[in-house]
């Protein structure tokens, strides 16, 4: 707090405060002691008054001379004793302020006090992100383009200080503390009114763990989502309530498994599922045979497990043959050399896949693999955001990066809540509803910008105007959203995705369909639209004339005039 | 025995006494009331509140407060001394030094406020 700083600038300050207040003194009282003549020759002695006009202008080094009266040999010797005194005081007391200043303990005081007013200061939602990594970048960028304040939670100062120089379209604040310690979270603002959401995404599991189940306790109301490399930790970050936990590994092989089995879903899921500045998918087409799997590590088992339900059939490629759960015949050795590509059978095979920790290694096994074989399939695990241009270059059929897979999944999950019942939904029908979404999306599979996600809920807070006109008993239907306020035969850019009704989702609704109390759509649309279908949300007028196709009269006396409709905020 | 609460203690008590040195005698004449008394008085004032800063306790916020108090009230005096005797030229006569005397008796009551919340605070630490 501001308090204790100032209460530590003070302690620090005593002593030289002390001796500048027992110097001036010292020295004034010397100077009304010491005989003198005035300028007739008679004895005089300087009053307190004179005596501190002297030291004043001495003590500071400006030095009017000697005034009143020329000094006499014993005012000239106290004269040089209260200089030094004087001017050792100052050099001491500025001293104190400066080595005080420079002080790392004093200096983290100030940095945090400072970090604390700023986000005492806050008046919009704001994101407390922990572990700034490649993870905690994208979100940052992202949650800004959204406008979202973010603090930046980071145990290296180098990655804090990294933070300073990029440029971000909202504030955001970063701070160097360990985010295991909960009161260093309450320092961020966990407990503030404003904090929306606490992103926990260290590289480290335990820290997640404890940061989650520190928000959980702590603020309520703020959504935690987590990142959980390990499975019982992602199990027990999911048995207190969660927001959301992503394990890297599951989300690359749930997209990997979509691309191997539903095209369209995959697209819809890969595309909405990233940044909002990530360009539409492909989905290549998945040649069927033989798989050759390097890497058995936490991506390559769980691969290897996807592949075999898949119904497929897999050769790993793994240098430590000790490891657990390794399945017969598999291959030792490194998948980088020919050799074991060879012995693994890679002329019959339909595809590789680079799952190993080490990225150079991955790459290695995608030129060398194509080297043999032309026509495989490729796919690739990139650990590193750093080696994404690599990646790109070499040009694989399917490339994930741990990094983007949490960012862009908890991204989507903040922008719209709806959108993992979407996709919950989806799971459960055949492949067709994800690809009449699609069409309707992406009028032409050209790069096309992702389109914005509302959620929208028929209720008297969030959507005051229609909840009015509901009451009032006007049919609303999902079609209401498409229509132009002032032109109706105009159709605005506004897809329904999906419309949730108690436990029941119903995917692309009917225009027609009637609508309720209660509703949650989801809604896809483009930023302008978007604007639209918030202001007939909240205004009346608009709202009355988009359903009726009337204009609404406002306004006691023109109410009476029409004399029907009680309209308004009830 | 904590040295720095003896220092500390030194420096309030000192305070007092030597305001009330300077307020004894008769209210408007020069020659009850020297000046260097005064001069000490504001002197140990000053340090008795820079040793105040800092510290933590409600006490020591009431403490700090007495002490500012004195300070003004003690300038003040300073200041109608030096102005009086160096700035107008009157000199001391009797109705400027009963203002004098006056202010540093109001400095000597918040003194004495200071000593006793500082023998309320040593009294609450042994209990």
Redesign the interface.
């Known amino acids: 707090m501001a308090s204790s700083t100032s209460?530590?600038?003070?302690?620090?300050?005593?002593l030289p405060?002390?001796v500048l207040?027992?110097a001036y003194?010292i020295a004034?009282?010397g100077f009304?002691l010491m005989p003198g003549t005035d300028a007739d020759g008679n004895p005089w002695r300087m009053?307190?008054?004179?005596a501190f006009y002297v030291v004043s202008y001495t003590g500071s080094t400006i030095g009017f001379g000697e005034v009143p009266y020329e000094f006499s040999k014993a005012q000239r010797l106290w004269t040089m004793v209260s200089i030094y005194l004087t001017v050792i005081a100052w050099l001491f007391s500025i001293g104190s302020i400066i080595s005080l200043m420079q002080d790392p303990a004093f200096s983290q005081a100030l940095r945090c006090a400072r970090f604390r007013r700023a986000i005492r200061n806050y008046d919009r939602p704001f994101y407390l992100l922990c572990g700034y990594g490649d993870t905690g970048r994208l979100l940052t960028r992202s949650l800004t383009e959204l406008h979202h304040p973010v603090v930046v939670v980071d145990i290296e100062q180098d990655k804090i200080d990294a933070l300073g120089v990029e440029a971000y379209k909202a504030p955001v604040h970063g701070f160097c503390m360990d985010a295991i310690m909960p009161q260093n979270l309450t320092a961020a603002g966990l407990q503030s009114r404003w904090c929306m959401g606490v992103l926990a995404v260290t590289a480290d599991d335990r820290v997640n763990l404890k940061i989650a189940v520190t928000a959980r306790l702590l603020n309520q109301r703020a959504a935690v989502y987590a990142r959980a490399d390990q499975g019982h930790v992602a199990d027990n970050m999911r048995s207190f309530d969660t927001a959301h936990v992503v394990r890297p590994a599951e989300e690359f092989v749930y997209r990997l498994g979509l691309l191997l089995n539903r095209p369209y879903s995959y697209q819809l899921y890969q595309w909405l599922r990233s940044s909002p500045e990530h360009e539409f998918p492909k989905a290549p087409e998945v040649p069927k045979g033989r798989w050759i799997l390097c890497g058995f590590g936490l991506f390559g088992k769980a691969v290897y497990r996807v592949l075999r339900e898949t119904g497929l059939e897999v050769t790993v490629i793994e240098e430590n043959t000790a490891l657990e759960g390794l399945p017969e015949g598999s291959i030792a050795g490194r998948g980088t050399q020919a050799e074991t590509l060879r012995a693994a059978g890679i002329e019959d095979a339909a595809g590789i896949l680079a799952t190993t920790q080490d990225d150079v290694d991955n790459l290695s096994i995608l030129i060398t693999a194509r080297d043999l074989k032309e026509d495989l399939f490729c796919a690739a695990v990139a650990n590193r955001w750093s080696s994404g241009p690599l990646f790109e270059a070499a040009r694989p059929e399917y490339v994930a990066q741990p990094g983007e897979l949490i960012a862009g999944t908890i991204l989507s999950h903040i922008r719209s809540p709806l959108l993992s019942h979407l996709f919950n939904r989806l799971e459960q029908t055949s492949d067709e509803p994800a690809k009449k979404i699609l069409d309707r999306l992406v009028p032409s599979t050209d790069s096309v910008r992702q389109p914005q996600l509302l959620t929208v809920r028929l209720s008297k807070n969030r959507a005051p105007a229609l909840h009015a006109l509901h009451k009032a008993g006007e049919l609303l239907t999902v079609g209401v959203f498409a229509k132009h306020p002032l032109r109706p035969a105009e159709r605005l850019d506004v897809e329904v995705l999906m419309l949730s009704r108690g436990d029941e989702d119903r995917l692309l609704p009917a225009s027609e369909t009637e609508l309720e109390i209660g509703d949650r759509l989801l809604l896809a649309c483009s930023p302008a639209a978007a604007r639209r279908v918030r202001v007939l949300l909240e205004s009346d007028s608009v709202a009355y004339r988009t359903v009726t196709g009337k204009e609404l009269q406002e306004g006691w006396l023109f109410r009476k005039l029409e004399g029907k409709l009680s309209m308004g905020k009830s | 025995m904590n040295i720095s609460r003896v220092v500390f203690g030194f420096f309030v008590l000192l305070a007092l006494t030597l305001n009330f040195g300077f307020f004894l005698g008769e209210i408007d004449n020069p020659d009850h009331h020297d000046v260097y008394e005064l001069f000490a008085a504001l002197v140990v004032g000053l340090i008795a509140t820079v040793m105040k800063l800092g510290e933590r306790s409600q006490m020591s916020a009431m403490l700090l407060a007495s002490s500012l108090v004195v300070d003004l009230h003690l300038i003040a005096a300073v200041l109608v001394w030096a102005i009086s005797v160096h700035v107008l030229d009157v000199g001391l006569t009797p109705k400027v030094m009963a203002s004098i005397v006056s202010l540093s008796g109001g400095a000597l009551l918040a003194n004495l406020l200071s000593v006793v919340l500082l023998t309320m605070e040593t009294a609450g630490y042994s209990r």
């Open positions: 209460l530590l600038f003070f302690r620090r300050m005593r405060l002390i207040i027992a003194s004034t009282v009304t009053s307190l008054f004179d």
